[in-house]
Each structure stands twice: as C-alpha cells, then as structure tokens.
C-alpha cells in the first residue's frame, strides 16, 4: 500500500509562489518504475491533471494552462515529489492532490490507483 501526504498549500496573491510537496510512505513502490503527479479541482469544476511524471521514460506532463509557470521535480532520497508554482493566477485556486499509479500508466494524473487528501491553494488579488 502507497500513502501519500501532501504539504505546501496556502493563500497567496495573484503573482505570487507555492511549493506543494508530495511525500510518499514506501520505498519498495519507488524501486520500480512509476507514474506520480498532481491534479485540481475546483469548486464546481472538473477534475484538471496539472503535471505528471513517468519514471520509464523521459516524459513530462504539464496542462497548458500551467505551462512555463509550474515545474516538477523529484527528491529520490526523500521519496518526495515537489510541484514549484510561480505567476500564481485567480485561477489556479483549487484542491491540489498528489496521486501515483503503477505502470501502464501515462505521465497525465488521471485516474491514478493512490491519492492523497489534497491541500488547499488560493489565490486572491
């Protein structure tokens, strides 16, 4: 079993910077390949995939609406995946979930197998 945490929420204004952190509990999980990323949602929206990995391959996902603003990055030793979020917009207010799935699985965090319980990001002019 895989059990993920996530931290780093918060309130900031428009412009502004977040880090999310994902820490996940195995290490026997990360022996092995792997697919690990983030998504939203907002009240009253859908489920948005905002960035995800797949360690077999060089493949990083981004939704175009977080392109060249969000980045993802990886900390094996702390078996802990980061999303670093600048230019923060009004519209990235949300509940952000780390997820993970076992391979097949695509670098696009949609309907991964683990999740965590989400943390709150807002954003406010």
């Known amino acids: 079993q895989l059990q993920l945490v996530e931290s780093g929420g918060g309130s900031v204004q428009a412009g502004g910077s977040l880090r999310l952190s994902c820490a996940a509990s195995?290490?026997?999980?990360?022996?092995?390949?792997?697919?690990m990323g983030w998504f939203r949602q907002a009240p009253g929206k859908e489920r948005e995939p905002v960035a995800g990995i797949y360690t077999g391959s060089p493949s990083t996902y981004y939704a175009d609406s977080v392109k060249g603003r969000f980045t993802l990055t990886r900390d094996n030793a702390k078996n802990t995946l980061y999303l670093q979020m600048n230019s923060l917009k009004l519209e990235d207010t949300a509940m952000y979930y780390c997820a993970a799935d076992t391979p097949p699985c695509s670098a696009i965090p949609r309907r991964y197998k683990y999740r965590g319980q989400g943390t709150q990001v807002t954003v406010s002019s």
């Open positions: 195995t290490d026997t999980y990360l022996n092995y390949n792997y697919c």
